[in-house]
């Protein structure tokens, strides 16, 4: 029951250069989205969220995109730094009953110098 | 900056023993939450906490697993008869109530349970 995925478990990226992070749901009850960073041995820690109703939200350096169609959505990193190594969640609720998340497995980030 | 703690950081214990692992969610958050994650696996809920009860639960959930609020500001999970693949990482969660339901859950650092 993979119902958000995260296809790759791994990526390296130049420090500058941008860092995607894409991540794929079936269930069309889902509307609202969430990504989490992870450091070994610590709970994961909240990046940035969107809503249904838009396609795109910015913070900083982050910036996610969600695509309702393609049931698709993508976390961009630009310029990516060494201190963004970690690993990321992406997560996604109904909204509804008590806003339990679903994960996907991760994708594990490398900045490199 | 206000935060979720958890303790123990790391148990470990024989099957069969009862694990109790404690959080203290951020004082003015209403809902709490228990995640885990086995090693290399995905992070899956377990259960939410709203109102003095659970709101929601898991298949993982079953009779073994326990919660609950004692004192007003501990939430705690309670493992009966802890087996094997009960080994995993447990998240502490909690969230502040709003008006939506939207909003970020914040983690704590995490328990570490080893069943031998």
């Known amino acids: 029951d993979q119902q958000v995925k995260q296809n790759s478990p791994s990526l390296s990226v130049q420090e500058g250069r941008i860092s995607i992070l894409n991540c794929d749901y079936t269930?069309?009850?889902?509307?609202?989205f969430l990504w989490y960073k992870k450091y070994p041995a610590e709970g994961p820690t909240f990046l940035i969220s969107i809503s249904s109703i838009k396609d795109k939200n910015e913070d900083g350096r982050f910036t996610v995109f969600l695509n309702k169609s393609a049931k698709h959505l993508s976390l961009h990193i630009v310029p990516s730094q060494p201190g963004d190594s970690a690993v990321y969640f992406c997560a996604a609720t109904t909204g509804a009953g008590s806003y339990q998340l679903t994960f996907g497995k991760g994708t594990k980030l490398s900045v490199i110098p | 900056e206000p935060e979720v703690t958890q303790t123990p950081s790391h148990q470990v214990t024989q099957m069969g023993q009862e694990v109790i692992l404690r959080c203290v969610p951020i004082?003015?958050?209403?809902?709490f939450y228990w995640y885990r994650q086995i090693l290399g696996q995905k992070v899956e809920f377990l259960v939410s906490?709203?109102?003095?009860?659970?709101?929601?639960k898991s298949e993982i959930f079953d009779d073994q697993f326990s919660v609950e609020r004692p004192d007003g500001s501990n939430f705690t999970l309670k493992i009966r008869s802890t087996k094997l693949e009960d080994s995993a990482m447990y998240f502490c969660?909690?969230?502040?109530?709003?008006?939506?339901?939207?909003?970020?859950?914040?983690f704590g650092e995490g328990s570490r349970l080893t069943v031998l």
């Open positions: 004082s003015n958050h209403l809902y």
């Open positions: 269930n069309s009850m889902f509307d609202y």
């Open positions: 906490f709203y109102n003095n009860e659970i709101s929601e």
């Open positions: 969660a909690s969230k502040e109530k709003t008006g939506a339901n939207t909003g970020e859950l914040f």
